[in-house]
């Protein structure tokens, strides 16, 4: 599972897209008690179910992460944690999601330099004030100290989405592969030891 983690236009949403149309990554869709929007669909946008029965699946453990907020739950459900699967998350998410030391996984946080954050949520139609007051807010909460773990660091300022895109298609796979292979030598080393036995 590739983990996102990245402040307010960081660029985290059109790279997921970007990941998601050309390099074939499937959305981790996520689980709430908050009723749905008009536009939002069960199952795609989120898994919608009642706060009962996400208070119950709490007690049950099924969840890598989840969080109330605005007096809604959110939560990343075990199921389907697999590779090739893509979320974005708040750094506590990530903390949580790395404790779980579930295979194929790999954490990466974005970066950009925060004029440039500004300039987009500028044009993207963001107040003035609102800007400034999440500028501060996110240069403390997403500040790379508050992770326990991250396998990269990439930078959004310069390049292009799809150039993001690709790079961090690259280091995900690298990584995936590079852990995988480390699996085989293990298997190959117990071998050994069990024939000098």
Do not use: W
């Amino acid at each position: 599972m590739l983990v996102l983690v990245g402040a307010s236009a960081s660029g985290k949403t059109d790279i997921t897209r970007i990941l998601i149309e050309e390099y074939g990554y499937k959305k981790m869709v996520t689980t709430t008690s908050r009723k749905p929007r008009i536009d939002e669909i069960n199952g795609i946008d989120y898994n919608f179910i009642s706060r009962k029965v996400f208070e119950n699946r709490i007690k049950k453990n099924k969840f890598l992460e989840y969080v109330l907020y605005n007096d809604n739950y959110y939560g990343t459900p075990k199921k389907g944690a697999t590779i090739e699967k893509i979320l974005i998350v708040e750094p506590d998410g990530a903390n949580h999601i790395y404790k779980h030391e579930i295979k194929d996984t790999v954490i990466i946080l974005l970066e950009t330099d925060e004029e440039t954050r500004k300039q987009r949520m500028l044009e993207r139609g963001d107040n003035l004030i609102q800007t400034i007051d999440r500028l501060e807010k996110d240069c403390e909460h997403f500040n790379k100290e508050n992770l326990k773990h991250i396998d990269f660091i990439v930078n959004t300022t310069d390049e292009t989405q799809e150039e993001l895109a690709l790079k961090i298609h690259e280091l995900y796979h690298h990584q995936v592969d590079q852990e995988n292979q480390m699996s085989i030598f293990d298997v190959f080393r117990n071998d050994e030891k069990d024939h000098d036995k």
